[in-house]
């Protein structure tokens, strides 16, 4: 009987996994934390405590429960559901206090959300900024998105018009060319990945490419234009 | 398997209307600078009894109707663009003296949608007003 719990830990710790994996693109990473290590044992032991629940006082979820298999699946699943439940929610002036053990999962997540954000975001400046040091923010701020989401499959309108509002938004801002650049690689990489931008703005520089002091040929001509009537 | 295509609509549809909400401030702006050089050139051509003015000043006012009923989107203003050039066109025939007098209105005119064209970054309607501005 001893196997069962062990599937049951793992289908737990599996379910915890997911939800890491959809917090976080790279698994290699979540390993890498003592918290996600901490979050994916208590997933893993609650499914055991919902098992043995299940199993105990032989409480009946229809059909499902009538096989150990069936018996597993709920316990694996419904310990998210316990970890996430929370019996009070007690308010602190502006804050909302949950009491229950989702206050205690929080923490982890939390901690492991923090540690990996601020391990990811100096890999990825480094990255980005070396991706986008001679990339004119002008004039990639359209084409550079274009290329990379035609490439993707799996992009929904939605995240591409939020992609495009942000962009806009960039743009607007008083800021150095510089720092709209690298934000610029931020953004789109979010999307995409470090990997299809890099490929992306290597393959074309030429369109991309920042010539300091030389302004472009229509822009040029523009001001040119507006001189010459103002 | 469900093929998937890639689409890049939500993109694009999403930068365009991102832009034309950034721009319509400036739409309204350069709308009501135009309207009134537009009004001065009326004015001036109510002084001049010719037939020869008789094209132009329809051009002028069908111009200025398409001002009052639009020019709230990057479209519009390429066709208000396209107008104004024809505009210039009829405007290099009209005589010396003529020309003269309407100048100071057309170049500010010229001005504001060169200008609103640099703002709006959009590269058809840069096209267009490098036409405009080339055409004089």
Redesign the interface.
């Known amino acids: 009987m001893a196997y069962l719990y062990i599937i049951t830990f793992l289908v737990g710790c599996i379910s915890a996994l997911a939800e890491l994996l959809s917090r976080y693109d790279r698994i290699g990473q979540i390993f890498a934390f003592f918290s996600s290590w901490i979050y994916l044992f208590i997933n893993g032991s609650a499914a055991i405590l919902a098992y043995w629940f299940i199993s105990e006082y032989n409480l009946d979820f229809g059909t499902l429960t009538k096989t150990e298999i069936g018996k597993i699946v709920i316990a694996g699943t419904s310990s998210m559901i316990i970890l996430r439940s929370s019996f009070a929610s007690i308010k602190n002036g502006n804050k909302n206090i949950e009491a229950g053990l989702a206050a205690i999962t929080s923490v982890f997540l939390r901690n492991a959300d923090r540690v990996l954000d601020r391990k990811r975001s100096i890999e990825d400046y480094k990255e980005i900024e070396q991706i986008m040091q001679n990339v004119a923010f002008n004039k990639a701020k359209v084409d550079l998105p274009l290329i990379c989401l035609g490439m993707m499959k799996n992009v929904t309108l939605e995240e591409q018009q939020l992609l495009a509002n942000d962009i806009i938004k960039l743009s607007e801002k008083a800021v150095s060319e510089k720092a709209k650049s690298i934000n610029l690689g931020v953004l789109v990489s979010d999307t995409t990945g470090l990997k299809l931008l890099k490929e992306v703005v290597s393959s074309n520089m030429d369109i991309f490419s920042r010539e300091e002091g030389k302004e472009n040929e229509k822009t040029q001509k523009i001001n040119e234009l507006l001189n010459k009537y103002k | 398997m469900e093929k998937?295509?890639?689409?890049?609509?939500?993109?694009?549809?999403?930068?365009k209307?991102?832009?034309l909400s950034?721009m319509s401030n400036n739409f309204y702006i350069k709308k009501n600078d135009i309207s009134f050089h537009i009004d001065n050139i009326l004015n001036n051509l109510k002084d001049i009894n010719s037939n020869e003015i008789k094209n132009f000043d329809s051009e002028i006012r069908s111009l200025k109707s398409s001002i009052l009923y639009g020019l709230d989107s990057f479209d519009s203003w390429q066709m208000f663009g396209e107008s104004l050039n024809s505009i210039l066109d009829s405007y290099k025939k009209l005589n010396k003296k003529t020309q003269d007098l309407l100048f100071p209105d057309i170049?500010?005119v010229?001005?504001h949608f060169?200008?609103l064209?640099?703002k709006s970054?959009e590269?058809k309607l840069?096209?267009i007003?490098?036409e405009v501005?080339?055409n004089l």
């Open positions: 998937k295509s890639s689409n890049i609509s939500g993109f694009i549809d999403g930068y209307a991102g832009n950034l170049k500010k010229i001005y060169i200008d064209a640099k970054e590269p840069i096209e007003a490098i501005g080339e």
